[in-house]
């Protein structure tokens, strides 16, 4: 039996280890099975020469748990901050994206994303244990300055928070700054969006062929862009015309089904019928570099190219905002709310779960929402609220 190994689709890597007399199996939370070999066989020695300051954030953690595991008190050494002080932003990323409900989790690509923008401004080599209050404001502000809107930054301040508490949670640090932050407020960074038949019809014609299913997907059915960008075939039946999630699958956490307008049915068919044996995926790109599904960072050149080709969009709307017109032209095609909201997917949690769980329509109420839908309720308009002030001085010193 190999010494290292993966028990599970989704699981961590599982290494075995002979230590105190005893046989000890312990997952490692690394990214490849190279990096998992790497990092055993730096414990094997760690533990023959009982020496651990080499070891990295990964493998500290994992030191830790054989302890803990072997019933014996961990070294001071493992648990003092000696060893914390090099424990740099970039080593704290891979630690973070490999701790198994980061890795397992729907937002892990929003969170690289974030970390990201992070790293460029406080760089791979910033020592965590030194970030506190007045670098978060910093971070902040600098997002601002960039052009980003406050709900943008509030986003990726999500992001941070759950990255501390993380290493909170590994005992790499004592407490999560952001917790002492105050979000932007996005009141002063609203949007009112809608757009035109013609304008769609243009975006439409100019998307490439492999991104143009999902702005006819987010168009016709008010999804979510994730959840267009990782449809599969399982949550699709076109003999019902229906498009099935399950809690996995979307933002509220909660099952939801989506009618399919007459106009998606040859969509749906074309995607289904070129998918490949190899992927449950339907919207994917077939280029040089091979078929592969698209990612959400993917998609921002392609909208961006397009909508600045196109005049009378401006400023630039964003993808989601298809999603926003679709709500628009249900309310302009009577749909009523009850079952627009249902398939927008807005659940209020103050609403009671028995209420909540009659929002489930029948096949044929929202069949026949859907056909009742038309698209062309006026001409584009595009609003956004004039940008907040950048952040005072005397918060960015702290």
Excluded at 172 to 197: A, C, F, H, M, T
Excluded at 303 to 313: A, E, K, N, P
Aim: with cysteine; hydrophobic share 35%.
């Amino acid at each position: 039996m190999s010494a290292v190994e993966k028990r599970g689709k989704n699981a961590d890597w599982s290494a075995r280890f002979r230590v105190f007399g005893k046989q000890i199996r312990v997952s490692i939370p690394a990214l490849s099975e190279s990096d998992a070999r790497r990092i055993r066989r730096e414990l094997v020695f760690a533990f023959k020469v009982d020496e651990f300051s080499q070891l990295d954030a990964i493998g500290r953690a994992v030191a830790r748990n054989i302890f803990r595991k072997s019933g014996y008190e961990v070294p001071p050494e493992l648990e003092g901050r000696s060893l914390k002080e090099e424990l740099t932003l970039w080593k704290a990323a891979e630690l973070f994206l490999n701790y198994p409900k980061i890795r397992n989790s729907k937002g892990r690509e929003r969170h690289i994303y974030a970390l990201k923008n992070i790293v460029n401004i406080w760089g791979k080599e910033r020592i965590i244990k030194d970030l506190w209050v007045g670098d978060v404001y910093e971070y902040m502000e600098k997002r601002s300055q960039a052009g980003m809107t406050n709900g943008t930054v509030n986003r990726e301040l999500s992001t941070l928070s759950k990255f501390f508490r993380v290493l909170c949670e590994l005992k790499e640090i004592e407490q999560n700054p952001v917790k002492y932050v105050d979000r932007l407020s996005e009141k002063s960074g609203e949007r009112v969006v809608y757009i035109s038949w013609k304008h769609f019809q243009e975006i439409e014609t100019r998307s490439p062929d492999w991104f143009r299913p999902i702005v006819q997907i987010i168009f016709w059915s008010g999804m979510r862009v994730g959840e267009a960008l990782n449809l599969a075939s399982n949550h699709i039946n076109l003999s019902r015309r229906m498009f099935f999630f399950g809690p996995e699958d979307t933002k509220e956490d909660n099952k939801k089904k989506v009618p399919i307008h007459s106009s998606l049915v040859p969509v749906i068919q074309s995607l289904l019928e070129r998918k490949p044996d190899t992927t449950d995926r339907v919207i994917l790109i077939n280029d040089t570099k091979g078929t592969r599904p698209p990612s959400e960072e993917s998609l921002k050149n392609p909208w961006r190219r397009i909508v600045d080709s196109i005049q009378g969009l401006s400023p630039r709307p964003r993808l989601t905002d298809l999603r926003h017109t679709w709500r628009r032209n249900a309310f302009k095609s009577e749909i009523p709310d009850r079952i627009s909201e249902s398939i927008l997917g807005h659940w209020d949690a103050e609403v009671p779960v028995g209420r909540r769980y009659g929002r489930w329509m029948e096949d044929d109420d929202l069949l026949e929402a859907i056909d009742r839908l038309t698209v062309d309720h006026g001409e584009t308009h595009i609003w956004v609220s004039p940008k907040p002030q950048p952040l005072p001085s005397s918060v960015t010193n702290l």
